[in-house]
Nanobody, 122 residues
Framework: QVQLVESGGGSVQAGGSLRLSCAAS????????MGWFRQAPGKKREFVAA????????THVDSVKGRFTISRDNAKNTVYLQMNSLSSEDTAVYYC???????????????WGQGTQVTVSS
């Protein structure tokens, strides 16, 4: 089992930045690929970004490329999502997720956090 707890959400004006954190506990954090998803009101949950176990391979959905960056610190059992140039379209609940391999994280995840709200006002 892996327990995931997100933090760092909040309200920000358009053009601003936020950094989300996801602290993991339980089984060996470094064994898992990690990802971020988001769900806006009235919309399906969508993939945002993922990172492999080593941090050497990342992938981001096209809509956030150049603005968001996923990273991880295995010594701290934490994955981050740095979000810059935020717009109102980024408003959503952001979820941290974990699975065995980065190739599956775009589609599913074995473990989920409870989510953290990000609200961007224009």
């Amino acid at each position: 089992q892996v327990q995931l707890v997100e933090s760092g959400g909040g309200s920000v004006q358009a053009g601003g930045s936020l950094r989300l954190s996801c602290a993991a506990s339980g089984r060996a954090f470094s064994a898992y690929a990690m990802g971020w998803f988001r769900q806006a009101p009235g919309k399906k949950r969508e993939f945002v970004a993922a990172i492999d176990w080593s941090g050497g391979l990342t992938t981001h959905v096209d809509s956030v490329k150049g603005r968001f960056t996923i990273s991880r610190d295995n010594a701290k059992n934490t994955v981050y999502l740095q979000m810059n140039s935020l717009s109102s379209e980024d408003t959503a609940v952001y979820y941290c997720a974990a699975d065995s391999h980065i190739s599956v994280l775009r589609f599913r995840a074995a473990y989920w956090g409870q989510g953290t709200q990000v609200t961007v006002s224009s």
